[in-house]
């Protein structure tokens, strides 16, 4: 039975998601995460593929106040620090209908689980999306992305999948999620640190050596935490999957630095910093030094777009 797919988070990737479901059939619905002034509306948004391709459509957006009960899938896009206000906000809303949080970051669905919602599941994006203008993305897809059960049953991951498979934008389900997470937070802890600090795109690490040491002396340090927790990685099999990511996203710009050019907050704090407090939990701090610092630099960076005034002429 066709279900109608809420999406939360208007931005880059959720309206990219959006007009792709749309055109594929979907019955797609687009809330505001982060904005609620209790306005629905329809916008034409176009988004552009590579090879000069592009696809439009013209999208209903509303806001959360706007919506009683959720019937159907929700898929959330938003960023990872406003899960615990959403959280409160959705779980009168959302009924049975399953969550799959589409964010970045490690434990970002606990908020979720903590407020008792009933069906959660983990998707790990493979994909880069760049707003070029309110009404147009530039999305580059690099992988399948990956959904796996963090509270939920087969049957539905497999629904669920269905429902977002489409030709642009693949999604496959996973039994091993958890090592996905970590090799994907991983990855985003050298991408969304190094590429805002250096003020560049995605493509720097396949692109120059020098930045490939930096990214494997990085990785060397989160992996062997993510050992430590009972995640088995290889570095190797991490750095494939960043320079695969860095290759097939190159000239796109990572959501950090996209953030700090629009002067909004980052969600530094589920990557970098998330892997450092495990790695204090474990007494094992002193093994992420150089994680822990480009974080701080980056958040730094972050903070000072976001607070410091303009130099008087």
Avoid at 34 to 62: C, M
Avoid at 187 to 205: K, M, Q, R, T, W
Avoid at 246 to 271: F, H, P, V, Y
């Amino acid at each position: 039975m066709e279900k109608t797919i809420y999406i939360i988070g208007a931005g880059a990737i959720g309206k990219t998601l959006a007009v792709i479901l749309k055109l594929k059939g979907r019955n797609v619905l687009l809330v505001r995460g982060s904005v609620d002034h209790g306005i629905t509306s329809h916008e034409k948004i176009k988004v552009e593929l590579p090879n000069q391709l592009a696809l439009e459509a013209t999208i209903e957006v509303t806001s959360l106040s706007q919506l009683q009960l959720f019937d159907g899938i929700v898929v959330l896009t938003t960023k990872s620090f406003g899960n615990e206000d959403l959280a409160k906000a959705l779980y009168p809303k959302i009924g049975k209908s399953p969550l799959v949080v589409m964010q970045n970051g490690l434990e970002v669905e606990q908020p979720f689980l903590q407020h008792g919602f009933l069906e959660i599941y983990r998707c790990v994006l493979f994909a880069t999306s760049q707003s070029i203008s309110e009404s147009v993305i530039r999305y580059k897809p690099v992988a399948v992305s990956q959904i796996g059960i963090i509270k939920g049953n087969n049957s539905h991951l497999q629904e669920i999948v269905a429902h977002l498979e489409n030709d642009h934008f693949k999604f496959a389900d996973s039994s091993n999620i958890q090592s996905i997470i970590w090799k994907k937070v991983i990855a985003n802890s050298v991408f969304n640190s190094v590429c805002p600090l250096l003020e560049i795109d995605n493509g720097l690490f396949h692109r120059n050596d020098k930045a490939k040491e930096i990214a494997t002396r990085i990785v060397k340090e989160c992996v062997s935490i993510a050992n430590e927790v009972g995640v088995t990685l290889e570095v190797s099999e991490v750095m494939n999957s960043l320079l695969m990511i860095s290759k097939n996203s190159d000239g796109q710009l990572i959501s950090t630095l996209q953030d700090i050019n629009m002067k909004r907050r980052t969600e530094i704090e589920t990557l970098n910093f998330s892997i450092v407090n495990i790695a204090r939990q474990l007494n094992k701090e002193s093994w992420v030094t150089e994680a822990k610092l480009l974080g701080e630099l980056t958040k730094l960076k972050s903070d000072l777009t976001l607070t410091e005034k303009p130099a008087k002429p």
